[in-house]
């Protein structure tokens, strides 16, 4: 599938929310270098890059100011359809890396094996060393994820937090 890996830097814009009738404008984000904090590095996989992207940038304007994890994103643009490849992965994994581990969330069944199949494969793959999937709900776990990454979180932290995710009761 086509598509590349975009590592997500994104900050909340300084300029203030403005007002159109009654509906906020949201700051607009703009993208940064990463910090040199050693941190997890986060990465979403999706069939479509939009929603990674998506869920990605929801994820860091959700921590308001500060300095958010690393975040990827893996998936395919809509010209090439839906679906997400081993080696999008991977390269996402890689720009991520700051040497505490990767965390990996993925939305569907497909895009969970896909990255099963890149993680039995690490080696070929030149993954960095650890990369943990998560067995997390893709929107809530991707919050829960960066968050706690961004808070400083060990591996282990950030995947317990993304899992977490199920327990939490909309109703």
Known sequence: MGGEAQVVALRPGSEAAEEAGTHTVPRPLRMLPLAGLDRVGVVLVSHSRVVAEAVAAMAVELLGSGDPAPTATAGSMPEDGLGTGPALVAAAAREVDQGMGVAVIADLDASVGTVRGVLAAAEAHGLPFPVRLADAPFVEGAVAAVAT???????????EAAEDCYVVRKL
């Open 149 to 159: 990454a961004s808070a400083g979180g060990d591996l282990s932290a950030v995947i």
